[in-house]
T-cell receptor, first 120, second 113 residues
Framework: GAVVSQHPSWVICKSGTSVKIECRSL??????MFWYRQFPKQSLMLMAT?????????EQGVEKDKFLINHASLTLSTLTVTSAHPEDSSFYIC????????????????FGPGTRLTVT | DAKTTQPNSMESNEEEPVHLPCNHS???????IHWYRQLPSQGPEYVIH???SNVNNRMASLAIAEDRKSSTLILHRATLRDAAVYYC??????????????FGQGTTLQVKP
């Protein structure tokens, strides 16, 4: 099956620093990738939709300048948390849509294993 | 996207069938019903999806009511590895076709040995 990886799997950083999280589709090309975050005991919250070669579309309430998303290739999207603060500590999860399903009415999304960010 | 309602939690015994319900009374004609599950400290995993007809795959079965206002995910023989949060999600197919998934609270399934 399709595999999505994330790196790092966990990271601890100091308040005020920036952290970059990578999301890669390993055996397929992804025209669209999605970024979610999840706080303990809560559901996933969609942050943004990332399309290869274009600007990301952010959900309402998500700060574009704080959560920088780059989708430079069909297999890689990155999320950079800038000037991280303790309230940004969360589980960040990406998902990807297979390019071959573009135009189909419905399809599966493939999720990465998540990155746990702790800001001290 | 139309909303779904699921029980917060359910319990099952190992090797017994599990029926996870989902209500979606405001479903539109173009909404697909998707199920994903999330094991502890992992990303979600696709389980199954359907539109009108019942669906089966190696993981589960999806039974969709005739009026489509509810559906049931069926795990035929629960194992300890099936303990997870199960999400029922309706996804429209808009012209833009971005395909984003909006997660609700899901049902936490506990499986007892």
């Amino acid at each position: 099956g399709a595999v999505v990886s994330q790196h790092p799997s966990w990271v601890i950083c100091k308040s005020g620093t920036s952290v970059k999280i990578e999301c890669r589709s390993l055996d397929f090309q992804a025209t669209t990738m999605f970024w979610y975050r999840q706080f303990p005991k809560q559901s996933l919250m969609l942050m943004a939709t990332s399309n290869e070669g274009s600007k990301a579309t952010y959900e309402q309430g998500v700060e574009k300048d704080k959560f920088l998303i780059n989708h430079a290739s069909l297999t890689l999207s990155t999320l950079t948390v800038t000037s991280a603060h303790p309230e940004d500590s969360s589980f960040y999860i990406c998902s990807a849509r297979d390019r071959r399903t573009s135009g189909r009415g419905t399809y599966e999304q493939y999720f990465g294993p998540g990155t746990r960010l702790t800001v001290t | 996207d139309a909303k779904t309602t699921q029980p917060n939690s359910m319990e099952s015994n190992e090797e017994e069938p599990v029926h996870l319900p989902c209500n979606h009374s405001t479903i539109s004609g173009t909404d697909y019903i998707h199920w994903y599950r999330q094991l502890p400290s992992q990303g979600p995993e696709y389980v199954i999806h359907g539109l009108t007809s019942n669906v089966n795959n190696r993981m589960a079965s999806l039974a969709i009511a005739e009026d489509r206002k509810s559906s049931t995910l069926i795990l035929h023989r629960a194992t300890l590895r099936d303990a997870a949060v199960y999400y029922c999600i309706l996804r429209d197919v808009p012209s833009s076709n971005t395909g984003k998934l909006i997660f609700g609270q899901g049902t936490t399934l506990q499986v007892k040995p």
